[in-house]
């Protein structure tokens, strides 16, 4: 499976902004998914992520009620909408496939994750 991230761009503190994972070369059906950042200097973190049926969703606390995370299936998509964007969003965001029917809360570190998207880079500016 093969992942690409897009939508990332510059905005200003409260603007909202879209992110898609595109999938190719497999199904995702059965795969968790999920989306993690990076800031220069620090480990990739992560964001939130999705069960294999898009059922169950997970979220690190500074971005509840802000950031939604879905899924298309069908289409072979994940999407992050994120609201009410803060300039400590500003990072890479990657999207993350493994072929495991586990809960997103399971899945919460890079080790857990077999394949990866290259990245989109989200700035917010205060």
């Known amino acids: 499976v093969q992942l690409q991230a897009s939508g990332g761009g510059s905005v200003q503190a409260g603007d909202s902004l879209s992110l898609s994972c595109a999938a190719s070369?497999?199904?995702?059906?059965?795969?968790?998914m999920a989306w993690f950042r990076q800031t220069p200097g620090n480990e990739r973190e992560f964001v939130a992520g999705?069960?294999?049926?898009?059922?169950?969703?997970h979220y690190i606390d500074s971005v509840k009620g802000r950031f939604t995370i879905s899924r298309d299936n069908d289409k072979k998509m994940m999407y992050l909408q994120m609201n009410s964007l803060k300039p400590e969003d500003t990072a890479i965001y990657y999207c993350?496939?493994?072929?495991?029917?586990?809960?997103?809360?399971?899945?919460?570190?890079?080790?857990?994750?077999?394949?990866w998207g290259q990245g989109t880079q989200v700035t917010v500016s205060s």
């Open positions: 993350a496939a493994v072929g495991m029917l586990s809960l997103p809360s399971f899945l919460t570190t890079t080790e857990d994750y077999t394949y």
């Open positions: 070369g497999g199904t995702i059906h059965t795969y968790a």
């Open positions: 999705i069960s294999w049926s898009g059922g169950t969703s």
